[in-house]
Nanobody, 123 residues
Framework: QVQLVESGGGLVQAGGSLRLSCAAS????????MGWFRQAPGKEREFVAA????????YYGDSVQGQVTIRRDNTKNTMFLQMHSLKPENPAVYYC????????????????WGQGTQVTVSS
C-alpha cells in the first residue's frame, strides 16, 4: 500500500501560480502511476494530469492543457503539480492518487487517494 499526502493549496489571485505537492510513503513510489484530480462542490471528480510509473509519460485533461505541469521525483517519493495562469473558478479540492494499473484519466483507475488540498482562485 501507499499513503499520499497533498500540500500546497491555498488562495491565489487570478493569473497567479501555485505548486501542489504529493508526498508518498509506504510501498515503492516508482511502482505506481500517479495522477491529479480536482473536485468542485457538487461536481464529479475531474482528471487534471497523470504520469506513468517508469517512463514518466504525462497526460493532461482537456480543461487544463497548457495551464499545468505534472512532475514526479522518484528519488524523493514526491509528485508535483505546477499550475499557472490560474482562472477564477469555484473552489476545488485537488487530490493526488496512485494507480497500479488502469485508465489513468478515470478515478476508478486509481486505488489510493490522498485527503486533498483546497485551491481557490480569486478574481
Amino acid at each position: 500500500q501507499v499513503q499520499l499526502v497533498e500540500s500546497g493549496g491555498g488562495l491565489v489571485q487570478a493569473g497567479g501560480s501555485l505548486r501542489l505537492s504529493c508526498a508518498a510513503s509506504g510501498r515503492t513510489f516508482s511502482s505506481y502511476a500517479m495522477g491529479w484530480f480536482r473536485q468542485a462542490p457538487g461536481k464529479e471528480r475531474e482528471f487534471v494530469a497523470a504520469s506513468t510509473r517508469i517512463s514518466g509519460t504525462t497526460y493532461y485533461g482537456d480543461s487544463v492543457q497548457g495551464q499545468v505541469t505534472i512532475r514526479r521525483d522518484n528519488t524523493k517519493n514526491t509528485m508535483f503539480l505546477q499550475m499557472h495562469s490560474l482562472k477564477p473558478e469555484n473552489p476545488a479540492v485537488y487530490y493526488c492518487a496512485a494507480s497500479s494499473g488502469g485508465n489513468l484519466s478515470r478515478p476508478r483507475g486509481y486505488g489510493y487517494w490522498g485527503q486533498g488540498t483546497q485551491v481557490t482562485v480569486s478574481s
